[in-house]
């Protein structure tokens, strides 16, 4: 086996967050090691099928793309996701890889009968800092039916206590649409449950098979957000949304209503990340897109150049650039902090710079068109 390029005295603590340029490097890595998978998911953005890909990245291509991640820098976040990374026999392989030259291994398994405490507990001596696990449920009549599996639900938890059991630190994952917002408040209840540091609330992006289910309205998102700021607060654990960057503006304007001084950099400066600002995608093909939502190729990885297209890409640098942003995006006051779901806007339109059809609200004085898709 090839000596790793950065094994000696390599790092993977967590880099200061505040001292991360995203023009340079993003926060989180996604890596689709694969689309295979068992389950089919009603929401699935992969399509993910059975059976490999037959272009999927090899052991020695994932490899060095895993050295390329590292060109970013010590402690680099790698999120390995599928399909489900466990359908590849070289998974632990790469953990352990990952790890040796000072990656952040974290891992996104689906919930099925292959994800037994046995295997969580070999991902967690093979390097996984985190375990990401899905619930769209808050039962096993709910979840199980949105992920189409009889069983699926169970063996979610009982993975999800696994990995708390030999320590890992567990982050839920729940996709919000039509259908499964009315479980968001017995969700809550079990992501505390199940001792999670974190909860991941994605809102819906029409891409693969989520297209074929109903998005919240932008006032139902509105309330979702401005009650997910209230359980952020109220709760041992943190809360992100995905796809919905509007929750930062909900924030600032929860605290200005209630007259509390917002702090000095609420507006002026972007606190989270976005597709292709701070988060960055490779598909299980090796194409580099902003997310995994927004599948527009920077070019492929398989040539060596992962770190050149994340930083001078046309596409990941108009994706940093707040003040190129059209529509009413454009127009917001809000942009540097929020600047809309970038995915979302190039699924209902094609362009990646467009407005965001879920955000319910419209800059003062702003008379332009409003963006195709809004659902109210
Ligand atoms: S209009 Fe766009 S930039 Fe402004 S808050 Fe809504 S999504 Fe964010």
Sequence with gaps: ?????????????APDPRSIDTDDRPFVLVWEVTQACDLACDHCRA???????????????????????????????????????????????LV?????IGLRMTLTPS??????PAVVEDLADAGIRRMALSLDGASAETHDDFRGESGSFQQTVEAAKAARAVGLP???????????????????????????????????????????????????????????????????FG????????????????????SEAPAADDIGRRLGITAGDGFAFVSHTGE?????????????????????????????RSLRDPDALGGKCGACEFRHVCGGSRSRAYAHTGDP????????????GYEGPMPPGRAD
């Design 1 to 13: 086996m090839s000596t790793p390029p950065h094994r000696t005295g390599s790092t993977n603590a």
């Design 47 to 93: 399509d993910a099928q059975p059976a490999r890909h037959p272009r999927e990245l090899t052991t020695t291509e994932g490899k060095r793309l895993l050295d390329q991640a590292r060109e970013f820098g010590g402690g680099q976040l790698v999120v390995l996701s599928g399909g489900d990374p466990l359908a590849r026999p070289d998974l632990l392989e």
């Design 96 to 100: 352990e890889y990952g790890t040796e």
């Design 111 to 116: 919930g099925t009968s292959s994800l037994t």
């Design 170 to 236: 567990l982050q839920i994952n729940t996709t919000v649409c039509a259908s499964t917002a009315g479980e968001l408040p017995a969700l809550r209840d079990r992501v505390s449950d199940l001792d999670a540091v974190l909860w991941s609330v994605f809102f819906l992006v029409p891409v693969g098979r989520g297209r074929l289910l109903d998005p919240v309205s932008s006032e139902r998102a509105e309330e979702i957000l401005a009650w997910l700021s209230e359980v952020t607060e109220e709760s041992d």
């Design 239 to 258: 809360v992100k949304t995905t796809e919905a960057p509007h929750y930062r503006r909900v924030a600032i304007q929860r605290r200005r209503d209630a």
């Design 288 to 316: 580099l897109y902003p997310s995994g939502f927004l599948p527009a190729s920077a070019g492929s990885v398989r040539d060596g150049t992962l770190t050149e297209r994340y930083r001078d890409s046309d596409l990941f």
């Design 353 to 364: 710079t467009a407005s965001d059809p879920l955000c319910a609200y419209v800059p003062e």
